[in-house]
């Protein structure tokens, strides 16, 4: 059972600024924290010992949100040589296999992470100079299990589209 419209649209909506928020909040923060761990090491031949480490994940991080916000607007990479040398008509059918695809491959990727969270919690990882190492990867289990979510309602789409009908589902474009 789908959710009505006008609350999948909200839903989206607010999706959709929470990763813009997120982006520009990390951005932000690593540029911040770079500009500053320059400044004092050449400034003042100081620096902290966790910041080097803290843009990494930054970098990370960042990588992540906007992997699923490219896969919410479909501008994430694709290998699609197929959809090139057949009618646009029929181009909906082999995207869709695609998309199940990169779901399949996400949702591995989401399962897989996942376990390594388990290890490192159950090893008791630490990061930046004593945070447990879980609270900086959890971001990968769950941006994979997001973007396999967007890539299967992109299948639906396409696959409605594909039968004629418009799909509400996913494409809020």
């Known amino acids: 059972m789908f959710l009505p419209t006008h609350l999948s649209v909200r839903f989206e909506r607010w ?8 982006l520009v909040i990390f951005f932000g923060a690593m540029m911040l924290l770079a500009v500053a761990q320059i400044f004092l090491r050449i400034f003042f031949s100081f620096g902290f010992i ?3 480490e ?4 930054f970098v990370l991080w960042i990588a992540l949100v906007a992997s699923i916000a490219a896969s919410r607007s479909d501008r994430h990479l694709r290998i699609d040589i197929l959809s090139q040398f ?13 998309n199940i ?3 399949f491959v996400c949702g591995f990727l989401a399962w897989h992470s996942w376990r390594y969270i388990q290890l490192s919690i159950d090893f008791g990882d630490t990061v930046l100079t004593g945070l447990p190492a879980w609270i900086a990867y959890i971001l990968l289990p769950v941006s994979f299990l997001l973007m396999a ?8 789409s396409e696959i409605s589209a594909f039968f004629g009908r418009d799909s509400e589902i996913g494409n809020t474009k």
Request: proline share 3%.
């Open 50 to 52: 966790w910041a080097d």
């Open 86 to 98: 057949i009618a646009h008509k029929h181009v909906k059918l082999p995207r869709a296999v695609a």
């Open 54 to 57: 803290l843009v990494k994940f």
């Open 15 to 22: 999706g959709t600024a929470a990763e813009n928020a997120i």
């Open 101 to 103: 695809f990169a779901a």
């Open 149 to 156: 979510y967007r890539f299967m309602l992109a299948v639906g």
